[in-house]
């Protein structure tokens, strides 16, 4: 074994479990936005949406519509771990009733467009109304 092997070694024995699962899943979404971006371009090309020599501001505008889409997929499977991780009851601000929380399919307008996610909603039997104990949190 030599030098460069041996510090490969000790430094490789030195990762811990959860320093390798983040190098794996960044090696992998790297591996999928180039498999993306590919796909995108034959995409393009397969469907006369790009001909020829474009003009540069049309390979930039479904670049970046590309671009929000996998924004939006981000955003929504954020907000639905972020749901499961939520008490199922909840306290009325108005009154402090304790809550029931029931999903509740809501359009959110994000900077990459709207996109829909269940959040959760209780009705106060005393107030008579609804609130989103979820979403005072996250911030939408
Ligand atoms: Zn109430």
Request: proline share 6%; net charge neutral.
């Amino acid at each position: 074994m030599d030098d460069a092997a041996a510090v490969w070694r000790e430094n490789t024995s030195q990762v811990s479990p959860s320093d390798a699962k983040t190098a794996q899943l960044m090696e992998r979404l790297e591996r999928l936005l180039r498999e993306a971006a590919e796909v995108e371009v034959e995409l393009s090309r397969a469907n006369g949406s790009i001909k020829g020599v474009p003009h540069y501001s049309v390979i930039e505008g479904r670049a970046h519509e590309l671009g929000q889409r996998l924004s939006r997929e981000v955003q929504q499977r954020q907000m639905r771990k972020v749901v499961a991780s939520q008490p199922v009851t909840g306290k009325c601000p108005g009154c402090g009733t304790r809550c029931e929380l029931q999903p509740f399919r809501r359009d959110v307008n994000s900077v990459d467009g709207v996109l829909p996610f269940q959040e959760l909603v209780g009705d106060c039997p005393r107030c008579r109304r609804s609130f989103f104990p979820a979403t005072g949190d996250v911030g939408v």
